[in-house]
């Protein structure tokens, strides 16, 4: 063969390539992508090390077992590989003391947590830029303040069918069982800027059992919007009354729906919209709400600046009666 004719038939044809399309296209093979790993831990160095290791699409398993520490989750899943961390009730995450740390806190988006038991932390779960994670089947309880957070900036997150109980052993007046967004107070701190909210939007609370929580069942902060509060059941949630914390469920931000809920024991109303910063508060929707006893105030008390609240007009248990607005 002649090299030499060969290589100047090969550039021209290259050439007219190029003239006709005007550009030049290479084929280059995809890369191979990264099977999905599946990672069984049975300690807390294990599971520190798979945590830190993780990618979208994988899967911790946790052995049966205490797993003590602070854990931490900041790899990010995808909404079509999410990262999965899941094990039985009898696997614990654990600091070993309601004074002192977080026992997870997830900083990735689109991670589930599954079936297993937070206990003994100063905070159960925290979620700081957190979006589309979903924690499901989970028994949190026995916790120093809050058994979940949800702040940061964290959007579409899902907190379901799970056993929330005894929290604020340290610290009554910050034992919330689900605490979506930051307080006015914090926004500086949050986001940088006093007056820039915390955009915890999206947040869906759905088919959880909350038990003596000694703040509300679900504190829901001013500046975070859209969010849903489900089929959720309340025994004894807001029991201490402290730092206003006297209902089961307070919400102070705007566009929520509120709705299939039930329960027993509350300080004063059932549920409550307030309005701790102007422009929030405004637009929640209650309704089908009315399986409630124990309940000395109103089933939906609501503050008589939030704008635009829905009460559905049905039968009510709580003793002072349906709501404080007009139904409709």
Known sequence: MNTSSSLRRAVAHLAVGIAAT????????????????????STA????????????????????GVYRGKFAASADGTAAAPITLVGGRDAVLTTGSVSSGYALGLSGDHWNLSGFTVSVAKKGIVLDHSSGSRLDGLDIGSIGQEAVHVRSDSRDVVVANSAIHDTGLDSTEYGEGVYVGSAKSNWASITGSASTPDRSDGVTISGNTFTNTSAEGVDIKEGT????????????????GVNYADSWVDVKGNGYLVQGN??????TDAFQVHVAFDGWGNGNVFRGN???????????????????????????????????????
Do not use: M, Q, W
């Not at 005007?22 to 831990?41: D, Y």
């Not at 830190?52 to 052995?63: E, F, K, N």
């Not at 039930?262 to 300080?267: I, K, N, R």
């Open 22 to 41: 005007g550009a030049l296209s290479v084929a280059v093979a995809a890369a191979p992508t990264a099977a999905a790993e599946i990672t069984t831990v």
């Open 45 to 64: 160095s294990e599971l520190k090390s798979a945590l830190a290791s993780a990618t979208a699409g994988d899967t911790i398993r946790l052995d049966d």
């Open 225 to 240: 919007a859209a969010g849903a509060v489900i089929s959720n059941v309340f025994v004894n949630a807001g029991f201490s």
């Open 262 to 267: 039930s329960g027993t024991t509350a300080v």
């Open 290 to 328: 009315g399986a409630v006893t124990g309940v000395p105030g109103y089933e939906v008390n609501v503050h008589s600046a939030a704008a635009g609240t829905v009460v559905e007009c049905a039968p009510t248990g709580a003793s002072g009666g349906l709501s404080n607005v007009a139904c409709g």
